[in-house]
Nanobody
Framework: HVQLVESGGGSVQAGGSLRLSCAAS????????MAWFRQAPGKEREGVAR????????YYADSVKGRFTISQDSAKNTVYLQMNSLKPEDTAMYYC??????????????????WGQGTQVTVSS
């Protein structure tokens, strides 16, 4: 069973930055794909960024390319989401997700077995 613990959300003004962290339980970290999703009120959960913890390959939603960076610290079993140049439309609950069986479409929430509790990001104009 993978446990995911998120931290780092908050409120910032447009143009500001935040860094989210997601710590995964040690026993399965090396074999999983991890991703960040977000969900705004009244909207579907959408994939923001994904990293394969073994290869380090990363993928991003078009809406965040060039502004967000997903990275990992294998020694700490932690994945980060550095968010720069934040916009009001980035406001959402952000969730960390993990898959131990690989994913075919990384943007589909159903591909991931484990989820964090969510951390709120609010960007004011």
């Amino acid at each position: 069973h993978v446990q995911l613990v998120e931290s780092g959300g908050g409120s910032v003004q447009a143009g500001g930055s935040l860094r989210l962290s997601c710590a995964a339980s040690e026993s399965t970290y090396r074999s999983i794909c991890m991703a960040w999703f977000r969900q705004a009120p009244g909207k579907e959960r959408e994939g923001v960024a994904r990293i394969a913890t073994g290869s380090g390959n990363t993928y991003y939603a078009d809406s965040v390319k060039g502004r967000f960076t997903i990275s990992q610290d294998s020694a700490k079993n932690t994945v980060y989401l550095q968010m720069n140049s934040l916009k009001p439309e980035d406001t959402a609950m952000y969730y960390c997700a993990a898959s131990t069986s690989g994913v075919r479409d990384w943007t589909r929430p159903a591909e991931y077995e484990y989820w964090g509790q969510g951390t709120q990001v609010t960007v004011s104009s």
